[in-house]
């Protein structure tokens, strides 16, 4: 009787094993099925580490990879085979980040009750918010240098632009050698995986928490000689500008007077602001995860002084800054910003539908418009609004990006056009670059040139 018992008990224990077994087996089959499939080795998505199916199209339903006769081709144009390689992938998938490597699945037709079923065995098609004519445009304007060019319609959250580079022609890849500077970084996608020092940029952040915490910073004048010192340190200028009050402080990208502000701004509310404006988060784009950025959040006088400047240890993610300053356009509501329109079968049936009405308020409509004015102060009686695209009407912020060392300064430029007509928001820097305002903002002008001739077109 007691052996009966015993193997009683053995068989029980046995079957809980196997209860328990399968119980973990199906959660992580629902929670990471995506994952296993992904699986480079698996010879039903990857023929040689090359994705076999499924296409992906721009907003104008070009095709920027697809599979013909078994083979994966890109776009016909190299310009934007170059332009659009760090968010379409290569056939290798060497960047993580990359539409081909998330969506490997749903590219090729998977779900969790079919497994890969495909009615024709063709995958299915995604489209993208991207206009692979602007891409192509700010591909060509980086000219070869290391940086990012990122452009939003900031009422509807529409990527039209995501650039990165160094990159190249994934029809026609190079041979890579370790230490190569010419492509060093090259399978980062630096609008989402990289932070740089901001520079001037992050005086937008700065002003922002001054409007909201200072009460009288409208009427404050901030005199600037050169240089200043806070707790014994020296804070040098650009410029000698003299008087200013608070906008023109921001037009003149003035240092002195932004450590003054920044003093009175305090650790408290400049660790606050950064966090509203979502630059210590990582953002979700289309399911693909955006680096954070770093802010210092305490610290002596001089260190909170070069914290608002923009320089000490801060580190900004150039998405992140786009989307800051469209959340300024647009009253500082933002609109998230979403890659993906929609997945399809080969036959044109939704089978995703992608939720991409997102908000988020970061500021106050009284703040987001009045940074929007000052914004639009600096190019009309700083930058010259005639170096920008005529009607656009140009509300921007330059940042030059100060190095340790002989190292050039990261050049940076954001902002966003006030005409409705053009409701977009965009971000360019340039690794190393020099100037913010004679490197990126060139840039960042002539790529909205190519924005604005694609909508006057209606394409």
């Not at 036959?347 to 991409?356: D, E, Q, V, Y």
């Not at 695209?389 to 940076?412: I, R, V, Y």
Request: glycine letters at 10%; aromatic letters at 10%; hydrophobic letters at 35%.
């Amino acid at each position: 009787m007691k052996k009966v018992r015993n193997r009683a008990w053995s068989v029980l224990v046995i079957i809980l094993a196997l209860m328990i077994g399968v119980s973990y087996f199906t959660f992580r089959f629902f929670t990471e099925g995506n994952d296993w499939v992904n699986f480079s080795a698996n010879k039903h998505i990857y023929s040689n580490g090359v994705l076999i199916g499924g296409a992906i199209y721009d907003s104008n339903g070009e095709p920027l990879v697809h599979t013909v006769d078994g083979k994966r081709k890109y776009s016909e144009n190299k310009n934007v085979r170059c332009a659009t390689m760090h968010i379409i992938g290569d056939k290798k998938s060497n960047i993580s980040t990359s539409l081909q490597k998330v969506y490997a699945d749903e590219l090729m037709g998977y779900n969790l009750i079919n497994g890969m079923y495909s009615v024709d065995g063709t995958g299915k098609k995604l489209y993208t918010t991207l206009n692979s004519d602007v891409c192509a445009a700010a591909y060509q304007q980086l000219k070869g240098k290391k940086g990012t060019v990122g452009v939003y319609n900031y009422k509807t959250g529409e990527i039209i632009c995501l650039v990165s580079t160094p990159t190249y022609d994934p029809e026609n890849p190079p041979k890579i050698q370790s230490g190569d500077n010419a492509y060093d970084g090259v399978y980062i996608n630096r609008l989402l995986s990289s932070k740089f020092t901001p520079g001037s940029v992050y005086k937008l952040i700065t002003s922002a928490a001054a409007i909201d915490t200072v009460d009288d910073i409208f009427e404050r004048t901030f005199t600037c000689k050169g240089e200043t010192v806070v707790n014994g340190q020296t804070i040098k200028c650009s410029g000698t500008h003299g008087k200013q009050n608070f906008q023109q402080a921001l037009k003149n990208s003035c240092n002195v007077a932004f450590a003054e502000i920044s003093v009175l701004v305090g650790w408290e509310n400049m660790t606050a602001y950064a966090q509203k404006a979502g630059i210590t988060q990582s953002h979700d784009v289309s399911g693909i995860k955006t680096i954070k950025g770093s802010i210092p959040t305490s610290g002596e006088k001089n260190e909170l002084a070069w914290t608002g400047i923009g320089q000490h240890t801060d580190e900004v993610n150039p998405f992140a800054m786009m989307r800051y300053v469209g959340a300024i356009a647009n009253g500082g509501v933002v609109q998230e910003p979403y890659l993906v329109k929609k997945i399809t079968t080969s036959g044109g049936m939704r089978t995703s539908f992608m939720l991409n009405k997102n908000t988020t308020r970061c500021l106050s409509e009284y703040t987001a418009n009045t940074l929007a004015k000052m914004m639009r102060f600096n190019v009309t009686n700083g930058y010259n609004d005639k170096n920008y695209p005529e009607g656009m009407e140009f509300c921007a912020k330059t940042g030059t990006a100060e190095l340790d060392g002989n190292q050039k300064s990261h050049a940076w430029f954001a902002g966003f056009c006030q005409n409705e007509k053009y409701p977009y928001a965009f971000v360019v820097c340039v690794q190393n670059g020099g100037s913010g305002k004679a490197v990126a903002g060139k840039i960042a002008s002539n790529v909205m040139a190519e924005v604005k001739n694609q909508v006057d077109n209606k394409r």
